[in-house]
């Protein structure tokens, strides 16, 4: 059983990693156009990539809670627990803005498909800037349309296990005036954070209310998010 688990998630990332550089040569031929176009566009690969998981790896995913997507570009808050939701979210929600290190860009093709996509960019060396870099491109990108994501824990974090919530996410959505989305879903259950073997099953994906961030303090909107989050977390991973 081991033995064809590991075949198909083989053969799942041959086809990622094939895919992934077409669609990097393709993303860098579209570069003139809106950014909001563009991403659509972009997010084919996701669509592809989605089904092609479906299809090799026998995984798929379901959405709890799509009737709390506000109908404005708003902050996703989301747990971080695998590479499956920077895919997925793609497919999931209106076209997104990542929060990206600079130093992916260095990355030949690769990079340069990821810059297509106007991500918001950081250097994570400087803490301080990032924080304040965020905050602006944030502004900027809810302004063309876009709706951010951001990992409040700040890096992946397995199964059962718990981060520090930071703040940027908050912060962005408090001074953007926009509204925060808390986001849980089980995904490193299914696709870890190391190791290459997709485990067979249905992810789930839970969207909770919409947190409405005006006249509340940062750490205060981190915190309904986070008990939110957390609360969800241990319904899916029980």
């Not at 690969?45 to 109908?71: D, K, M, S």
């Not at 099953?201 to 303090?217: R, S």
Request: with cysteine; aromatic share 10%; charged share 20%.
């Amino acid at each position: 059983m081991k033995l064809v688990q590991s075949f198909r998630s083989l053969l799942f990332l041959f086809g990622q990693v094939v895919s992934a550089g077409l669609y990097s040569l393709f993303a860098v031929a579209i570069w003139p156009l809106p950014p909001v176009q563009r991403a659509r566009l972009i997010s084919g690969w996701a669509h592809f990539i989605i089904c092609w998981l479906r299809l090799t790896c026998n995984l798929g995913y379901r959405v709890e809670g799509l009737e709390n997507l506000p109908q404005k570009p708003s902050v996703i808050l989301s747990k971080h627990q695998s590479a499956w939701e920077t895919i997925a979210f793609q497919v999931i929600f209106p076209p997104l803005a990542f929060i990206l290190k600079r130093e992916l860009f260095y990355i030949p093709l690769f990079g340069w498909g990821l810059a297509a996509t106007s991500p918001i960019v950081i250097n994570r060396e400087r803490a301080r800037a990032a924080l304040v870099s965020v905050t602006k491109q944030g502004k900027a990108r809810l302004k063309e349309g876009r709706w951010i994501v951001i990992y409040p824990e700040g890096t992946r974090i397995a199964p059962g296990e718990q981060g520090e919530y930071k703040s940027g996410g908050a912060l962005l959505a408090s001074q953007a005036k926009a509204l925060a989305v808390p986001v849980a879903h089980n995904a490193g259950s299914f696709w870890p954070k190391s190791g290459f073997l997709r485990k067979p099953g249905t992810i789930t994906v839970a969207i909770g209310p919409a947190i409405n961030t005006e006249g509340k303090k940062v750490r205060d909107i981190t915190k309904e998010a986070e008990q939110w989050i957390q609360q969800t977390m241990a319904r899916l991973e029980s």
